[in-house]
């Protein structure tokens, strides 16, 4: 008969004992550990969520980016003014209208009296009913044909005649096809191949991409006054507007780079984004002026004095409103701050005023800093990890004060840089039709090209006239006046 086990000894015990100790200790490490990293990833989810209901009503998207999902409910920042959707009261609109010296005149008369069916062949007319219809002819090209004509001198020796001095070759295209091939290219965003298609089908010209290539090449080398021009005017302008936007050349993230003014547009394209690529472009250093951007910070040391887009952080602070985790009372509070100053100013602008009244601008003034201070307060910074997108947006609002009320001492100076928004806007038109550009020559072809059809239409010139010009040899330049 087996005898029983004997009891475990102390020392046993006390070492299972330690054994269990370690246990329940890396186990709790564990749930500590596992615990902070579920806040974690709930902070992440919640980020995450909020990019996925952003869009352009909430954040620096283009509308473009929206994509085809279905709009969100728009969050009107204005109050409602009780006048109609649809065209203004008294303004006449837009519609084809007669002209009064048609190139054609067809007349047409009755056969038959319309009552009792009388023969009206011989009747003579008492008045009638004018209809026209527009429309376009055949579109062929003109060719003009020129014969250098030779002589014989006493001498013996044979001289022809002197070329005029845009027919450089035996067969060449004119101003008015050059003209067309940049204004398609640059303006309407047609690639090489589309462009020398459209030309042939348009205006039955046999186009090759290598004509294309050559007659942007021609037209940047002529424009090359013309941009030097722009960049003295942008240097000395009070006030101008800056902005830059990704785009893809020769299969690579470069940078277009836009500064602009009501009058006067420049592109340039960069493999960089910051002061170095700015430095480079040899606009920027030489501003004095105000200069209105976003709030990248490498446009801070530029110019005499900044300010910041109020139309950007309008859509910043509609992203807080919209989302819960934390109060979001102080973002809307900044809205009806930003947007009452910014009626404010336009109200006195078109009174006359060059300034706001002293207890207008304080109680403004005053407003924005509360709003600010609430702000920082309803979302806490514990002092480790990366601080909110509310908080960061706070403490900017704060720390960036001047820049963002600008606008409201400086009348000069607009609320929003949609004016460099929209030279920009049209550019992400061109990557989305064209692509990418295949080569940084040809992007920067296509820049200064755009520079100057943006700056013609800006001054109220028709962009295929001043493309003409420009291969005429006599490019629009800038008036003195400007």
Known sequence: MTSPPLPPSYEELAA???????????????????EARIVEQEAEIAELKRRLTTDSHNSPKPPSG??????????????????????AEGDRGSRLELVADPDVTVDHHPAA?????DDLSGAVSTGYRARQVFDLPEIRPQVTEHRLQQAVCDCGHTTSA????QVTAQVVYRVGVRAVI?????????????????????????????TVLSVLGRAHEHLADFEEQVKEHLSATPVAHADESGVRVAGKLHWLHVMCTHLVTYYGIQAKRG?????????????????????????TIYGNAQALCGAHVLRELIAVTEDTRRDPAWAQSMIDVLLKAKDAVA?????????????????LQGRYRQATLCGIAANPYPGTGPRSKARALAE?????????????????????????????????????????WRTLTGARRFARIRSYISTVRKHGINPLTALRDLFAGRPWMLPATT
Do not use: W
């Open 16 to 34: 299972l004992v330690g054994q269990l100790k370690l246990l329940v200790s890396a186990q709790a490490a564990t749930i500590e550990r596992l």
């Open 66 to 87: 929206d994509g085809l999902r279905k709009k969100p409910t728009p969050m009107s920042l204005r109050k409602a003014t009780g006048r109609k959707p649809g065209r």
């Open 113 to 117: 009296c319309g009552d009792c069916g």
């Open 162 to 165: 002197t070329a005029p001095h």
């Open 182 to 210: 940049a204004y398609l290219s640059a303006y309407q965003h047609l690639p090489a191949k589309r462009l020398a298609e459209a030309m042939e089908n348009l205006f039955a010209l046999p186009i090759s991409t290598g």
């Open 275 to 299: 002061r170095e690529a700015m430095d480079d472009l040899g606009v920027l250093p030489a501003f004095t002026g105000t200069l209105v951007t976003d709030a990248l910070a490498s446009y």
């Open 347 to 363: 109200h006195a602008v078109a009174g006359g005023h060059d300034a706001l009244p002293a207890g207008v601008l304080a109680d």
């Open 396 to 436: 900017q609002l704060r720390d960036r004060t001047e820049e963002y009320q600008r606008y409201m001492v400086d009348f000069t100076v607009p609320f929003d840089n949609n004016a460099a928004e929209r030279d920009l806007r049209m550019i992400k038109v061109q990557q989305k039709i064209s692509g990418s």
